[in-house]
């Protein structure tokens, strides 16, 4: 059964900074493309970050591009977003999902198979 499992999330200052873990059990992530999303308590679901499965570029939303890191290490079957300068604004639980095949748009959530239950992020002033 096709599986992701998130970690990593916590509490932080501002200006600190978090990696979120990404396993994927039952598939190979290095086959999907994945995306990082994440919600704030009374806002929609937004992307945040995604990982190319043809070429493995990556992208970024504005709020976080210059801030954020998405990687991968198969051997692990694991993806990462490697968070730093933390703000005020980006509290959220964060899901990551994996897509088959490379998405027309990246930040459109119908393009993704599979979803993890997601992990909590906090940040402190």
């Known amino acids: 059964q096709a599986q992701l499992v998130e970690s990593g999330g916590g509490l932080v200052q501002v200006g600190g900074s978090l990696r979120l873990s990404c396993v994927a059990s039952?598939?190979?992530?290095?086959?999907?493309?994945i995306g990082w999303f994440r919600q704030a308590p009374g806002k929609e679901r937004e992307a945040v970050s995604y990982s190319s499965v043809r070429d493995g570029s990556t992208y970024y939303t504005d709020p976080v591009k210059g801030r954020f890191t998405i990687s991968r290490d198969n051997g692990k079957n694991t993806v990462y977003l490697q968070m730093n300068s933390l703000k005020p604004e980006d509290p959220a639980v964060y899901y990551c999902?994996?897509?088959?095949?490379?998405?027309?748009?990246?930040?459109?959530?119908?393009?993704?198979?599979?979803w993890g239950r997601g992990t909590q992020v906090t940040v402190s002033s």
């Open positions: 999902a994996a897509a088959r095949l490379d998405a027309s748009l990246w930040t459109d959530e119908v393009w993704y198979n599979y």
């Open positions: 039952g598939f190979a992530l290095e086959n999907y493309a």
